[in-house]
C-alpha cells in the first residue's frame, strides 16, 4: 500500500487571523456638552469633536470623509462666531467666555483660549473647569489638570468625571478611576460607560457587558464591536469548530459598529454574511472595510472575487492587502503566480508571507520546491513549517523522508502530526505499523483517522473487523468507506451484503421474472462505475445471471481492458455462447497469459478441437502449472491423451 500524503496541495487556513484588537484612542469634545478626554494612549485634549460623544478613533476616516465638502464653509461660519464670542466675553458674558475658550482651544490657540476659560472657571462654569483641564494636559500639567476636573467632576460635570477617571487609570489607581467613571457612566456619559467598562473587563467582572452594552446602545461603535466580539466568542467556544455561527445579537451589533464606520466590525460582518451564502452583502463589507485600511477585509474580498471568477480583480485586492502585511493574502498571491507557471514570483510571494509570520508560506514553498523536484530545498522548508507548529508539513516531511528511505526519521514526524489531528498523518501511521506487523499499533490510528472522515482508513478498519468476525463492526466502517468514495470499501461492502441475500424467490411457469436491484448490486456498480475490477466482473456475472447479455459483456470488456484476468475469461465464455469463438480465443489468450488456468485448458480444449496439437500440449502445460487444482487435473489428462496421439 502507498504512503498517502506526496501528493499535497496548496493549504489554506482560514481567512482571517484572530488578533487581539487594540483599545480605541480618542479626544476631547466641545466645552459644555462633550468630553476633554477620550480613551487612548494619545495625549488628550487634541481634537474637539461633535457633540454626541459617539466617536471612537479607530482610524477609519469615514466622518472625515463626509465633512470635507463642508469645510469652507463650517470655517467662515467659525470666523463669525468667533467674532460674536469675542464681544460677548469682552462685555463679562460667561457662557460665552466658556465657549470662545473651548472654541480657541479646538484650534490649538492654547494662549488664547486659557484667559477665557480661567475667567469662566472662576465665574463658577463648571464646562469651563473641564476644559481648562483639557488645557492644561495639553501643556504638559497633568497634576493642575486633575484638579480642575475633580472640581467640575464635583460639581456634575459626567465629562469631567470621565477625564479624571482616565487620569486616575493610567496613574494605576484603579479604585479612584473606577469610581469616576461609574459616576460618569450612571450620568449618562457614552465615554465614561465605555471607559468603565473596559476597566471592568480587564478585571474580568461580569459587570462590564452591560457597561459596554449600555456604551453600545448609546451609538459607541467601539463598544459595538467590542460586545460583539464577545457574544460571538461566548456562541461559539470553539473556533475552529466547523459551522459554528455567529449569534443574531453578534451579528447586530456587528452591524451596528460597521454602520458608523468601524472597520472590523464591517470585515466580521462580511464573514457573516459570506458563510450564510449572502455573497453580495459580504462583498460590499468588505469592501468597505478594505477601502478603510483593512488589510485582511481585502484579502477576504479576493477570495470573494475569485470564487467568482475574477482572478484579475482578486489579484488587485490580494497585492493590496500583502503590501499592508497580510501573510494569507500573500499565500494566495503565490499560488495565483504558481498556477501561471510564473514560479519565481511565486516563491517571492511565499517568501513574504512568511516574513509576514505566516507558517504556511514556508509550507507552500516547500510545496513549490518538491514540485520542482528540488528535494534539499523542500525538506528545509518543511521543516520550517513543521518546527513552527504546522502539521500538514510535518506530515510531508515524514513521507519526504518516508521516501528517501529514513523510516526512522519519519515516524517521530508522522506522530507530531497525527497528534496535532493531522488525518493524513494518522493514516499513514496506521501503514508504517502495518508494515511493520504490528496490527493493533495500526489499527488504532487507522481509527483516529477513520472517525475523523478518512475513507481509506475506515476500509482499513472495516477488513480488520470482518477478519475479526465482527461483521456488524465491519459494515458500518465500510459504509463509511464506501460513501467516502473509496471503490475498495464499495465492493467490500458488496460482498458483505451479497453474502447475506437470500437466493430469488421461485416464480411460476410462463411468468416474466421482475428483478429488483439490490442494495448489494447498488455498491457493487458504484465500484464498477469507479474503475473497479473486481466490481465491474461481478456486475457483468449478476447482468448475466438475469439474461441481460449485452450489459454483462459491457461490464466484462470494461474490467478486461483494464486488465482484469477474469474480465476477459468470462468475455470469452459469453462470446464463445454467443458463437464467436474466433473473438473468444483471444480474450482466453489475454486472461492465460495473464496466469488464468481456466482460460489456459480452455484454448488447450479448443486447439485439440482444431487439431492443433502442439498448441494444444503447450496450453494444458500451462493450465497445469496455474491450477486451481480440479483445473490442473482435467489439463493433466488433456496434456497426456494429446501426448499419446502425438505419439502415435
Not at 406 to 426: I, M
Not at 487 to 496: F, I, Q, T
Request: charged share 25%; net charge negative.
Amino acid at each position: 500500500m502507498d504512503v498517502m500524503g506526496d501528493k499535497v496541495t496548496l493549504f489554506e487556513t482560514g481567512r482571517f487571523v484572530q488578533t487581539s484588537d487594540p483599545g480605541p484612542t480618542q479626544g476631547p469634545e466641545e466645552s459644555g456638552s462633550a468630553d476633554p478626554y477620550r480613551t487612548g494612549t494619545r495625549a488628550p485634549g487634541t481634537e474637539v469633536t461633535g457633540t454626541d460623544g459617539t466617536e471612537d478613533g479607530t482610524g477609519d476616516g469615514t466622518a472625515a470623509r463626509e465633512t470635507a465638502a463642508d469645510e469652507t464653509g463650517a470655517a467662515a461660519e467659525e470666523v463669525a462666531e468667533l467674532a460674536r464670542r469675542r464681544l460677548a466675553a469682552e462685555s463679562g458674558d460667561t457662557e460665552a467666555m466658556s465657549v470662545l475658550g473651548a472654541m480657541l482651544l479646538r484650534r490649538g490657540d492654547l494662549d488664547g483660549a486659557e484667559p477665557h476659560l480661567r475667567a469662566a472657571t472662576a465665574a463658577g462654569d463648571r464646562a469651563a473647569a473641564n476644559n481648562l483641564g483639557v488645557l492644561l494636559q495639553q501643556r504638559g500639567y497633568p497634576e493642575e489638570a486633575a484638579g480642575w476636573w475633580r472640581i467640575a467632576a464635583v460639581a456634575g460635570s459626567a465629562p469631567a468625571a470621565h477625564a479624571l477617571g482616565r487620569h486616575h487609570r493610567e496613574r494605576g489607581d484603579e479604585p479612584a478611576a473606577e469610581y469616576w467613571l461609574r459616576q460618569s457612566a450612571e450620568q449618562g456619559h457614552v465615554l465614561g460607560a465605555y471607559a468603565l467598562a473596559d476597566l471592568l473587563e480587564h478585571r474580568a467582572d461580569a459587570d462590564a457587558e452591560r457597561w459596554m452594552r449600555v456604551a453600545a446602545e448609546r451609538g459607541h461603535r467601539e463598544a459595538a464591536y467590542r460586545l460583539a466580539r464577545a457574544v460571538d466568542r461566548r456562541s461559539a467556544p470553539d473556533p475552529a469548530a466547523d459551522g459554528a455561527a455567529p449569534s443574531a445579537a453578534a451579528e447586530q451589533w456587528y452591524r451596528q459598529a460597521a454602520a458608523r464606520g468601524h472597520r472590523r466590525a464591517a470585515l466580521h460582518l462580511g464573514a457573516i454574511l459570506e458563510k450564510r451564502g449572502e455573497l453580495k452583502e459580504a462583498g460590499r463589507w468588505y469592501l468597505t472595510s478594505a477601502k478603510d485600511g483593512e488589510a485582511r477585509a481585502a484579502c477576504a474580498l479576493g477570495f470573494l472575487l475569485r470564487d467568482a471568477g475574477d482572478t484579475e480583480s482578486a489579484a488587485v485586492w490580494w497585492l493590496r492587502a500583502a503590501q499592508d502585511g497580510d501573510g494569507n493574502a500573500a499565500n494566495a498571491l503565490g499560488a495565483l503566480h504558481a498556477e501561471r507557471g510564473e514560479t519565481q514570483t511565486a516563491e517571492r510571494w511565499y517568501r513574504a508571507a512568511m516574513n509576514a509570520g505566516d507558517v504556511n508560506g514556508a509550507y507552500n514553498l516547500a510545496l513549490l520546491c518538491a514540485e520542482q523536484g528540488r528535494t534539499p530545498q523542500a525538506e528545509q522548508w518543511y521543516r520550517s513549517a513543521a518546527y513552527a507548529g504546522h502539521r500538514e508539513a510535518a506530515n510531508a516531511l515524514a513521507v519526504l523522508l518516508l521516501q528517501g528511505g529514513d523510516t526512522a526519521g519519519a515516524e517521530p514526524w508522522f506522530s507530531k502530526a497525527a497528534e496535532a489531528g493531522s488525518v493524513d498523518a494518522a493514516f499513514n501511521l496506521g501503514i508504517l505499523y502495518a508494515g511493520r506487523g504490528l496490527e493493533r499499533e495500526a489499527l488504532r490510528w487507522y481509527e483516529q483517522a477513520a472517525a475523523a472522515g478518512h475513507s481509506e482508513a475506515a476500509l482499513q478498519v472495516g477488513m480488520a473487523r470482518l477478519r475479526a468476525g465482527d461483521e456488524r463492526a465491519a459494515e458500518r466502517h465500510l459504509r463509511c468507506a464506501a460513501g467516502g468514495g473509496s471503490a475498495e470499501g464499495a465492493y467490500r461492502l458488496a460482498s458483505v451484503l451479497d453474502a447475506r441475500r437470500p437466493p430469488p424467490p421461485a416464480h411460476e411457469l410462463g411468468e416474466p421474472a421482475v428483478h429488483e436491484k439490490t442494495e448489494c448490486e447498488e455498491w457493487y456498480e458504484r465500484a464498477a462505475s469507479q474503475g473497479h475490477r473486481r466490481a465491474q466482473v461481478r456486475v457483468g456475472m449478476l447482468a448475466a445471471a438475469r439474461g441481460d447479455v449485452v450489459e454483462a459483456a459491457r461490464w466484462y470488456r470494461e474490467a478486461a481492458e483494464a486488465g482484469s484476468r477474469n474480465g476477459a475469461f468470462n468475455l470469452g465464455l459469453l462470446l464463445a455462447r454467443e458463437g464467436s469463438e474466433p473473438e473468444a480465443v483471444l480474450w482466453w489468450t489475454r486472461a492465460a497469459e495473464a496466469g488464468h488456468g481456466r482460460a489456459a485448458l480452455r484454448l488447450a480444449l479448443v486447439c485439440a478441437r482444431r487439431g492443433e496439437l502442439a498448441e494444444g500440449q503447450r496450453w494444458a502445460d500451462r493450465a497445469v502449472a496455474l491450477g486451481p487444482r480440479e483445473v490442473a487435473q482435467r489439463a493433466a489428462r488433456l496434456r497426456d491423451a494429446l501426448r499419446e496421439e502425438l505419439s502415435a
